[in-house]
């Protein structure tokens, strides 16, 4: 298969090294591959033998009248010269896109075919049990159980429930404090009761327990106390249990929940924080006949770094002990977005199960770091000019000021009474700009500067205070 690479003079260098050892011949059209004619690409594909023509991931103008008049497949290659020598070796196995950026489309493609192989993996797996149709132990995928604490304070607890869902928990935890009731057990339960998915209820009260017996699929927890005075209870219930050492160890509370009747336990050995016990505790998670249970979110809650890291090395030391549940929760501003996090983390660690390490599994946890970093060609000028200090003192638009903010999600601009919404800043800007709201320069660099920002505020879950520091 003979190639066409057009390309720019500044990325010669990095396009003739990708594809060196290839039936391909890299052509100079102008200083910048981005810049590509139509034209220009007709006379090269008139003048040559080529199979395939690869242009760069960044031309927007439209080669499809070229590509009908040559009978040559005109494809865009990836946005940067960089990434070509991963896409060239693809090139037998893949078919690029000729609208979407080849570093793009892989990967969307790599996502689409990870998901597959883990719906196919899920399916045919066997479990221990199951709870309301959720499989349970065995070989299937790690069950994110995500928590919702006071669940009787909730202001809007079936939303809060129905988003935990979505973000991917497999099951929902409700927790109740001392100072709940059983009719607030009943009423929280009875306000999710028609959601699909399945719902745990967190107390040792056993009085709390009986209350949430009509609904939740699972207990957390039961122990030496409680399970004289709730275990068969729980057990005509048909529910599911999690049982935990107290004064009297894992194993006999374990054979004490069973002596009750309770048939699906899972055993929580009690996973401590970092710097209280935790790696003491892992020898704890010995095979112990039942599905474990691994307490993640009170690790993560217990520590200053960013979530997504951290939740993605305890989803894997829980495949390694060999956990079937692992707890999570977003008490905390910091660990906000723990469930999609933790949901992404436990499907990584399914796809790992037949390789060596958790890397190059079509999915990944990077969020602000990237897997490598490109080596872009060095810029070139004739002339360097150091830039100073911006004025202390900046020039009101004529047309006015603008109040910049997040709010559900969206970037909001705020001008003489309007508000300009979008998930974009781009977009925001332009309407601005059609709207004709901006007169200055100036100001129209401090908008751009402050709609991106929030932008990254909302992609990175991250607070936004306009003139502050992001």
């Not at 597959?116 to 132990?137: Q, V």
């Not at 529910?239 to 055993?267: C, F, H, W, Y």
């Not at 830039?387 to 999600?409: Q, S």
Request: aromatic share 6%; proline share 6%.
């Amino acid at each position: 298969m003979r190639l066409l690479l057009p390309t720019g003079s500044i990325t010669r260098t990095i396009v003739e090294e990708a594809a060196r050892g290839l039936d391909a011949e890299v052509v100079v059209t102008g200083e910048i591959a981005a810049f590509l004619r139509p034209s220009q690409l007709r006379s090269l594909l008139d003048g040559g033998d080529y199979d395939m023509a690869i242009i760069s991931g960044m031309c927007t103008a439209s080669f499809a009248d070229v590509e009908e008049a040559t009978g040559v497949p005109i494809y865009l290659g990836p946005r940067h010269a960089a990434d070509l020598p991963l896409i060239l070796p693809l090139l037998g196995s893949i078919t690029l896109s000729r609208t979407v950026p080849a570093d793009s489309f892989v990967t969307a493609e790599r996502e689409k075919e990870a998901y597959a192989r883990l719906g196919k993996r899920e399916e045919a797996a066997a479990c221990d049990f199951m709870i309301r149709g959720t499989k349970i132990g065995g070989k299937s995928r790690i069950k994110v159980l995500a928590e919702i604490m006071d669940a009787h304070r909730h202001p809007d607890l079936r939303t809060a429930v129905a988003a935990f869902f979505a973000a991917g928990a497999d099951i929902v935890d409700l927790g109740f404090g001392f100072d709940a009731t059983p009719a607030d057990v009943r009423r929280c339960f009875e306000s999710c009761g028609d959601l699909s998915g399945p719902l745990a209820v967190d107390t040792q009260d056993p009085d709390l327990i009986r209350a949430a017996l009509f609904r939740t699929d699972c207990v957390l927890s039961l122990h030496e106390e409680n399970i004289p005075l709730v275990g068969r209870d729980v057990a005509r219930a048909g529910a599911a249990a999690v049982v935990v050492p107290k004064q009297r160890t894992l194993g006999e509370n374990i054979a004490a929940a069973l002596d009750a009747g309770v048939s699906r336990i899972i055993a929580d050995p009690l996973l401590q924080p970092l710097g209280s016990g935790f790696v003491a505790s892992l020898a704890a998670f010995a095979p112990a006949g039942h599905p474990l249970f691994f307490g993640a979110g009170n690790v993560v809650e217990l520590l200053d770094a960013d979530s997504p890291g951290a939740n993605a090395l305890l989803a894997g030391i829980a495949l390694e002990t060999g956990a079937a549940v692992i707890f999570t929760s977003e008490h905390s501003d910091k660990t906000a977005g723990s469930v999609r996090e933790m949901r992404r983390a436990t499907e990584m660690m399914a796809l790992a199960r037949d390789r060596p390490y958790p890397k190059d599994l079509g999915i990944d946890l990077l969020v602000l770091k990237e897997k490598r970093r490109r080596r872009e060609p060095p810029l070139s000028y004739r002339e360097a000019v150091a830039a100073g200090p911006a004025p202390a003192r900046i020039r009101c638009d004529p047309k006015g000021n603008f109040r910049i903010g997040v709010e559900d999600g969206m970037i909001v601009a705020v001008h003489n009474g309007t508000a300009f919404t979008g998930t974009r800043w781009e977009d925001v800007f332009s309407s601005l700009l059609q709207a004709d709201r901006v007169s200055l320069l100036d100001h129209a660099a401090y908008l751009g500067k402050e709609l991106y920002k929030a932008e990254c505020a909302i992609r990175f879950g991250r607070s936004f205070e306009q003139d502050g520091p992001l």
